[in-house]
């Protein structure tokens, strides 16, 4: 007689992305109203899981409001071994406070946090919060996968790691070296999110058809802005091969019906060869799909952007931050604000829909300085922008000294670029919010802007009846000026 021997035990990993307040608030948020990604990261993680054959799942509340009663019957129905959450600043204190529940329901449930404000914070989000595990720092695929499959002894050896000793003492064992090939990863497991794609939407009239979702097809940035928090992926930029981006689009198109991509890659054309392989596959082998993508002016020209053109490139966002040359020279590397308005022109000479992207509120920022920004950007044929209230993140360079050039109230949950949580010296908040203002309302009342978006009945129905349906939240927004009409902290 045969003795049944039974398999090793495997882990389950659940991640979850936090919304960022309660659930019952969600449907009053601007920021899902007109822009639902899908978690990229962890949906990366979960294939990479899968991959190595880890039983994952994922709940993502941002995607999906989930009330605190849904997050503990799913830890009842999947028994996980551990539970990952992502957190950016301003999501951190409810993924904190979710780590504490899901102690509360199963104290056996390993709990790990990722993502950038983790990955800034390492040690002390562990100080900070008992409840936590694990903080893994960085690029998560590589230790996720080591802590999944690793016993309890071998902790120390797994880089990129934070964890506690038997002695209570928080160890980092050091950063992580970087996946060297992006190709080796599979595509982002959509098939764990819920409601894929429709689900999801792009920031409303920011594409032309739908279905449509997100990409991200390389990582890292090798630039230095003040404001910018790099502690995922540091300063190294890697990217996938203009074939395996190809057949990645050829898979959403297949397999998802995608017909409009937006890359978030914080420097999509860094690599102008790829860039040329990609458009050339596009247009050999036509996918029927639109893509945008964001840029900087030293890495685009008219040639490539006829040729980004031909493969369907629909928008280009552009970071510009600020007009005023002194104000951006104290922030940012090669600033030549005469290039950035050609290679505006140029992107418009191409056919390709332009969107600027500012802030407002940078140290050294004056009512001045904001005036000398909206004659700039009202000078260009931009086709819209979006105005982000400077936000000092712990992650950014600016982080360690800000104090010294303004008033900074550091509320982790209020830090999502919507509000100013940062006032420069010889300025006040209401001067702020009233210049934040002034610089929607010129854009809005701009004759072109308002042919843009009358165009758009055409160029992106669907857009104008998403506006429709959520024109009160839109409003509200537009007088208020607030993200949330009221957080609703408590579940
Ligand atoms: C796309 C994007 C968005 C999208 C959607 C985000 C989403 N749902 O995932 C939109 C436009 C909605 C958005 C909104 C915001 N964003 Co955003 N966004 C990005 C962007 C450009 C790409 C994110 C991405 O997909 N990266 C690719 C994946 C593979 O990387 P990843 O998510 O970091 O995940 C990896 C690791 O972090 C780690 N990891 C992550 N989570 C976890 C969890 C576990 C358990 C483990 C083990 C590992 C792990 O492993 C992953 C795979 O390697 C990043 C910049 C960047 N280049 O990353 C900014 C970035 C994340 N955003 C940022 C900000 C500020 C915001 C907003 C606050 C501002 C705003 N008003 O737009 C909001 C807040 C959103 C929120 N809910 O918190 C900042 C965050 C800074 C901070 N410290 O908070 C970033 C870093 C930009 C920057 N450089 O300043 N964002
Ligand atoms: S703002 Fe853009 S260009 Fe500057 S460091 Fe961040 S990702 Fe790079």
Redesign the pocket.
């Known amino acids: 007689m045969m003795t049944a021997i039974s398999p090793p035990k495997k882990n389950k990993v659940l991640?979850i992305?936090?919304?960022?307040y309660a659930a019952a608030a969600a449907g009053d948020d601007i920021?899902r109203l007109s822009?639902?990604?899908?978690?990229?990261?962890?949906a990366?993680?979960a294939a990479w899981l899968e991959k190595h054959e880890v039983d994952v799942e994922i709940i993502d509340c941002?995607g999906q409001p989930a009330p605190d009663s849904l997050i503990s019957s799913r830890l009842q129905e999947t028994r996980p071994d551990f539970v990952?959450?992502?957190?950016?600043?301003?999501?951190f204190p409810d993924a904190a406070r979710i780590i504490k529940l899901i102690k509360q329901i199963s104290p056996k449930i390993h709990t790990?946090?990722?993502?950038?404000?983790?990955?800034?914070l390492k040690e002390k989000i562990m100080r900070l919060e008992p409840a936590v595990d694990?903080v893994?720092v960085?690029?998560?695929?590589t230790?996720?996968l080591e802590?999944a499959q690793k016993q309890a002894r071998e902790l120390a050896t797994i880089p990129g790691l934070c964890w506690r000793t038997p002695e209570g003492e928080i160890v980092f064992n050091g950063y992580q070296s970087q996946l060297p090939d992006l190709d080796m990863l599979p595509f982002p497991a959509y098939h764990k999110l819920p409601g894929y794609p429709s689900a999801y939407t792009l920031?409303i009239f920011n594409y032309p058809a739908a279905p449509n979702a997100?990409c991200?097809s390389s990582?890292?940035?090798p630039y230095q802005c003040s404001?910018?928090?790099?502690?995922?992926?540091r300063q190294s930029f890697r990217c996938n091969s203009a074939a395996y981006l190809y057949q990645h689009l050829k898979y959403m198109r297949d397999r998802w019906g995608i017909r409009h991509i937006n890359f978030?890659?914080?420097q999509f054309t860094l690599h102008r060869e790829r860039v040329t392989e990609f458009c050339r596959l596009l247009i050999d082998n036509p996918l029927e799909m639109t893509f945008n993508c964001a840029v900087r002016a030293e890495h685009i020209d008219f040639e490539l952007l006829q040729m980004m053109k031909a493969a369907g490139c629909w928008m280009i966002s552009l970071g510009i931050e600020t007009g005023d040359p002194e104000l951006l020279a104290r922030h940012r590397q090669n600033t030549d604000l005469e290039l950035l308005a050609q290679r505006v022109r140029e992107i418009k000479q191409a056919g390709i829909r332009t969107k600027g992207l500012l802030m407002i509120g940078l140290p050294g920022e004056t009512e001045n300085s904001v005036r000398k920004s909206m004659e700039y950007v009202f000078s260009l044929p931009i086709d819209d922008f979006n105005l982000?209230k400077f936000?000092p993140?712990?992650?950014?360079p600016l982080y360690q000294k800000i104090k010294q050039y303004g008033e900074f109230s550091e509320d982790w949950e209020k830090?999502?670029?919507?509000n100013f949580v940062f006032i420069p010296q010889n300025m006040t908040k209401q001067q702020l919010e009233r210049l934040f203002r002034q610089f929607y309302r010129r854009h809005f009342l701009r004759p072109r802007t308002i042919w843009g978006y009358t165009a758009m009945i055409w160029r992106s129905p669907d857009s104008w009846r998403r506006f429709w349906k959520n024109a009160g939240g839109f409003l509200r927004f537009a007088f208020s000026n607030q993200r949330i009409r009221s957080r609703k902290s408590a579940q």
């Not at 992305?17 to 960022?20: D, K, Q, S």
Request: proline share 10%.
């Open positions: 991640l992305h936090p919304l960022g920021l822009n639902t990604m899908p978690p990229l990261g962890l990366s993680l941002f990952g959450l992502t957190c950016t600043t301003s999501s790990i946090l990722g993502g950038p404000h983790a990955s800034t694990f893994i960085g690029e998560g695929e230790p996720l802590l920031p997100s991200i990582r890292g940035c404001y910018c928090d790099r502690s995922v992926f978030y890659d914080d982000a936000t993140f712990p992650g950014s830090m999502d670029c919507m």
